[in-house]
């Protein structure tokens, strides 16, 4: 099975809408140029319909205006990931890229979205999340893009932070992501030929 976010916490929810009502949230970004809201709505609506490069643009300028929100910065780093993942399918199938922002090499998007999903950590953390959900969120950024070491190392502490929960309203949040990320560490370990490592990640993250 591939990798899988867990249900009750998932990453994004990306929802496009219609296409007037489109029209009239970008008219009301342009006239409102510190509107928060209306930019990640966007930012919602483009993900929605895999057009990352206009995704990541209003998620940014989200994150431009709350920077302390660590939704704002989650989204534009996931947004940027995704368009990595378009870009490298893109160039393996010979298409031209019709959303493409700018010319900036897919490494250097990579390192920007990266740092987007440092700075959702700090801030998620700051604001009383828990350290093993922003490790999991960033093992599966890094997983959806193949960079896999940082992957693995974010899942093993999404795992050892989640067994280490002892906090009773936080038991059950750390029992699905730890799943999760037993889950999803599995995967990777058994693509790359580590069968019997896939097998015990998987029994760790079942708490």
Request: proline share 5%.
């Amino acid at each position: 099975p591939d990798a899988a976010d867990p249900p009750s916490r998932p990453m994004i929810r990306p929802r496009a809408v219609g296409a007037r009502e489109a029209r009239l949230l970008q008219l009301i970004a342009n006239t409102n140029p510190e509107c928060v809201e209306v930019r990640m709505m966007l930012g919602n609506h483009f993900m929605a319909q895999h057009r990352y490069g206009r995704a990541s643009a209003y998620y940014l300028a989200a994150y431009r205006l709350a920077r302390s929100d660590p939704l704002t910065s989650l989204c534009a780093g996931i947004a940027l990931v995704k368009l990595c993942e378009f870009l490298a399918g893109q160039q393996c199938s010979g298409q031209a890229d019709a959303d493409k922002p700018d010319s900036t090499p897919r490494g250097r998007r990579l390192l920007q979205a990266f740092a987007l999903l440092a700075v959702y950590r700090e801030a998620l953390v700051a604001q009383g999340g828990t350290h093993y959900e922003a490790d999991y969120n960033l093992a599966r950024a890094a997983h959806q893009v193949d960079v896999r070491e940082i992957a693995r190392r974010r899942y093993q502490a999404a795992i050892d932070g989640a067994r280490a929960e002892r906090r009773p309203g936080l038991t059950e949040l750390a029992r699905t992501i730890g799943a999760a990320a037993g889950h999803n560490l599995s995967v990777l370990l058994r693509r790359i030929g580590a069968v019997a490592l896939g097998g015990n990640a998987m029994q760790e993250g079942a708490l």
